[in-house]
């Protein structure tokens, strides 16, 4: 079967630390602000 | 040397058929699916409408129950605003972003290939419930309280439907955002970014701030059905008026997400054919800001007539208004864009014309309705129909079909057909008025929306309205056709397939390579 690791796919391996740190913090503070508006959401929900 | 091109050839390798498409990282073939998708759910969503302007095509009850109808008018709307707009617009982000800014893909190229097969699980679930006892959901797209709450077996498959759709949204939003600001080529800055680069990176910021709003709120009705909550129950305690606001919060965001990716299509195209440089880009950077920044105060427009204070309505009314300051700053920049320049007319700017007119006369019947007073004669009548379908279907639509047609040549690498494109436009042109500017007319008079019959008056505009459904919808088959054929045949498209386009996806090769930049561009 094919795999995500096989060569035909996107390999995201190569990629220089630098950029896998940014991408990692961008997604990490995007996540966050999808779960604050989900916790300021049931704040005001349970007022 | 030999490995390098043993090594290039892999990457350039790939499974061929359904193996390629279900475990797919590449964003092109994301995109493809995405785009496909949509199609197939804008002739579903299509065939609803038609449904629905064929028991509209005379007074009294003539093919459909009117719990089917209503049925109808529900799901028309959730197809094509979670099927149709949505999903292409996204297929056009991952066919068109990492191309636009330099990048050799998506910033997460796996969560890629799951934001798109959650899709049609999704929609396979919401369709079904056509099928259930009690029939489909029947309260409207807006899904307001006590109404929805009568719903049958279907509301806990809707609710969930939804929120598979908006975790596809969410994770689609986290990955435009991830590869706009990180795999920019080094070189471009934010504002050497095309428009639609800028409207997609706004958008996303929209997605991610309300669809877990629109989560929330279904989730409370979910609660309120089955275990034995009172959120919008007034008899427990709870207001059903709150329902109203907390979908309109969301609802109001979500009528920008839909027409804010049009905007940087429509920014893309007229340049090209006007042979200009965009007029104003900062003021459209800025005026696209603004109006995502005003979508969050002006959700309560949408409900008047509920009884609000004063001061409520007068807020709601004025934030509204503003918002045509900003969408007036871009309508003059496409229009100085195209002053004095060399335009033609090839049918992606045709599609961009009919947008910027057609449009534009959808937002001044949403000026109409933002004046409070006005608003409590119109409301619920068929001209707001006529209002939302002038902003969504020469609008969104429009300017969907305009990338197809802009972008189609770049990702076949073959050239569609010019002439039928231009009978595509023209049929469309006229038969999307023909359907909708008499529901102006229809609404003025009092014609309530969501009904199965009406009053006797009403029965010539209603005619007219249907011939013109049809007409339209007999026009995308044209549509359906050049897309396969350009796909499978066409005349070779050059790498710059139009002579005025500027941008870094003309600087590869039509069709693309499979991975797109190895190797950063350079950008003046």
């Given at each position: 079967?094919?795999?995500?690791?096989?060569?035909?796919?996107?390999?995201?391996?190569?990629?220089?630390?630098?950029?896998?740190?940014?991408?990692?913090?961008?997604?990490?503070?995007?996540?966050?602000?999808?779960?604050?508006?989900?916790?300021?959401?049931?704040?005001?929900m349970?007022? | 040397?030999?490995?390098?091109?043993?090594?290039?050839?892999?990457?350039?390798?790939?499974?061929?058929?359904?193996?390629?498409?279900?475990?797919?990282?590449?964003?092109?073939?994301?995109?493809?699916?995405?785009?496909?998708?949509?199609?197939?759910?804008?002739?579903?969503?299509?065939?609803?409408?038609?449904?629905?302007?064929?028991?509209?095509?005379?007074?009294?009850?003539?093919?459909?129950?009117?719990?089917?109808?209503n049925s109808?008018?529900t799901?028309?709307?959730l197809?094509?605003?979670?099927?149709?707009?949505?999903?292409?617009?996204?297929?056009?982000?991952?066919?068109?972003?990492?191309?636009?800014?330099?990048?050799?893909?998506?910033?997460?190229?796996?969560?890629?290939?799951?934001?798109?097969?959650?899709?049609?699980?999704?929609?396979?679930m919401l369709?079904?419930t056509?099928?259930m006892p009690g029939g489909g959901p029947a309260a409207g797209w807006t899904l307001y309280p006590p109404l929805s709450l009568q719903t049958g077996d279907a509301l806990p498959f809707l609710i969930f439907a939804i929120h598979?759709?908006?975790?596809?949204?969410?994770?689609?939003?986290?990955?435009?955002?991830?590869?706009?600001?990180?795999?920019?080529?080094?070189?471009?800055?934010?504002?050497?970014?095309?428009?639609?680069?800028?409207?997609?990176?706004?958008?996303?910021?929209?997605?991610?701030?309300?669809?877990?709003?629109l989560a929330g709120g279904v989730t409370m009705l979910l609660t309120d059905r089955y275990f034995g909550t009172s959120f919008f129950n007034a008899a427990g305690g709870g207001d059903p008026v709150m329902f109203q606001?907390i979908f309109?919060?969301?609802?109001?965001?979500?009528?920008?997400?839909?027409?804010?990716?049009?905007?940087?299509?429509?920014?893309?195209?007229?340049?090209?054919?006007?042979?200009?440089?965009?007029?104003?880009?900062?003021?459209?950077?800025?005026?696209?800001?603004?109006?995502?920044?005003?979508?969050?105060?002006?959700?309560?427009?949408?409900?008047?007539?509920?009884?609000?204070?004063?001061?409520?309505?007068?807020?709601?009314?004025?934030?509204?208004?503003?918002?045509?300051?900003?969408?007036?700053?871009?309508?003059?920049?496409?229009?100085?864009?195209?002053?004095?320049?060399?335009?033609?007319?090839?049918?992606?700017?045709?599609?961009?014309?009919?947008?910027?007119?057609?449009?534009?006369?959808?937002?001044?019947?949403?000026?109409?309705?933002?004046?409070?007073?006005?608003?409590?004669?119109?409301?619920?009548?068929?001209?707001?129909?006529?209002?939302?379908?002038?902003?969504?279907?020469?609008?969104?639509?429009?300017?969907?079909?305009?990338?197809?047609?802009?972008?189609?040549?770049?990702?076949?690498?073959?050239?569609?057909?010019?002439?039928?494109?231009?009978?595509?436009?023209?049929?469309?042109?006229?038969?999307?008025?023909?359907?909708?500017?008499?529901?102006?007319?229809?609404?003025?008079?009092?014609?309530?929306?969501?009904?199965?019959?009406?009053?006797?008056?009403?029965?010539?505009?209603?005619?007219?309205?249907?011939?013109?459904?049809?007409?339209?919808?007999?026009?995308?088959?044209?549509?359906?056709?050049?897309?396969?054929?350009?796909?499978?045949?066409?005349?070779?498209?050059?790498?710059?397939?139009?002579?005025?386009?500027?941008?870094?996806?003309?600087?590869?090769?039509?069709?693309?390579?499979?991975?797109?930049?190895?190797?950063?561009?350079?950008?003046?």
């Amino acid at each position: 079967m094919t795999t995500m690791a096989d060569g035909w796919q996107q390999n995201t391996d190569d990629r220089p630390p630098a950029l896998r740190r940014r991408i990692r913090w961008t997604v990490g503070i995007l996540v966050a602000l999808v779960l604050a508006i989900v916790v300021i959401y049931f704040v005001l929900m349970s007022r | 040397m030999s490995a390098v091109i043993e090594e290039e050839a892999h990457h350039e390798e790939h499974p061929s058929g359904i193996a390629r498409w279900l475990f797919t990282t590449n964003h092109k073939d994301i995109g493809t699916l995405y785009l496909w998708f949509a199609l197939l759910m804008f002739f579903i969503g299509g065939g609803m409408a038609l449904i629905i302007r064929t028991e509209l095509f005379q007074p009294g009850l003539q093919m459909t129950e009117p719990q089917f109808f209503n049925s109808m008018t529900t799901m028309h709307a959730l197809v094509m605003i979670f099927g149709v707009v949505m999903p292409a617009f996204t297929g056009l982000a991952n066919w068109q972003v990492p191309l636009m800014v330099g990048a050799k893909d998506m910033a997460l190229p796996r969560m890629n290939n799951w934001s798109f097969w959650i899709l049609p699980f999704a929609f396979a679930m919401l369709l079904s419930t056509l099928f259930m006892p009690g029939g489909g959901p029947a309260a409207g797209w807006t899904l307001y309280p006590p109404l929805s709450l009568q719903t049958g077996d279907a509301l806990p498959f809707l609710i969930f439907a939804i929120h598979l759709m908006g975790i596809s949204s969410i994770m689609g939003a986290i990955n435009v955002i991830a590869t706009i600001l990180n795999m920019r080529a080094p070189t471009m800055t934010l504002m050497k970014m095309p428009l639609f680069v800028w409207t997609w990176l706004i958008t996303a910021f929209l997605l991610i701030a309300v669809m877990p709003v629109l989560a929330g709120g279904v989730t409370m009705l979910l609660t309120d059905r089955y275990f034995g909550t009172s959120f919008f129950n007034a008899a427990g305690g709870g207001d059903p008026v709150m329902f109203q606001h907390i979908f309109w919060f969301f609802g109001h965001p979500e009528v920008y997400i839909l027409i804010l990716p049009a905007f940087g299509i429509i920014s893309t195209i007229v340049p090209t054919f006007a042979r200009k440089p965009l007029f104003g880009y900062s003021s459209m950077v800025y005026a696209t800001a603004s109006i995502a920044f005003l979508s969050f105060i002006v959700w309560a427009h949408h409900m008047f007539t509920v009884g609000m204070p004063l001061a409520g309505e007068l807020f709601f009314m004025l934030t509204t208004m503003l918002i045509a300051v900003p969408t007036g700053v871009k309508v003059f920049n496409w229009v100085a864009t195209m002053w004095r320049g060399a335009m033609t007319f090839e049918t992606p700017m045709l599609f961009a014309l009919g947008f910027i007119i057609m449009f534009t006369i959808g937002g001044f019947s949403g000026l109409m309705l933002a004046i409070t007073p006005v608003d409590f004669q119109y409301h619920d009548t068929y001209f707001v129909v006529a209002h939302f379908h002038y902003v969504l279907v020469p609008g969104a639509i429009f300017a969907i079909i305009a990338a197809v047609y802009y972008w189609l040549p770049k990702w076949t690498g073959h050239m569609y057909d010019e002439g039928l494109g231009k009978w595509h436009f023209w049929l469309s042109t006229i038969f999307v008025n023909v359907t909708f500017f008499p529901m102006h007319f229809l609404g003025l008079a009092g014609m309530p929306r969501r009904i199965p019959d009406y009053s006797l008056q009403f029965a010539g505009f209603n005619e007219i309205a249907t011939i013109g459904a049809f007409g339209f919808g007999l026009a995308q088959l044209i549509f359906l056709y050049l897309v396969f054929k350009t796909v499978r045949s066409g005349a070779h498209a050059g790498d710059q397939v139009w002579e005025g386009a500027r941008g870094l996806e003309w600087t590869l090769s039509s069709p693309p390579p499979y991975h797109s930049f190895e190797t950063a561009p350079e950008v003046k």
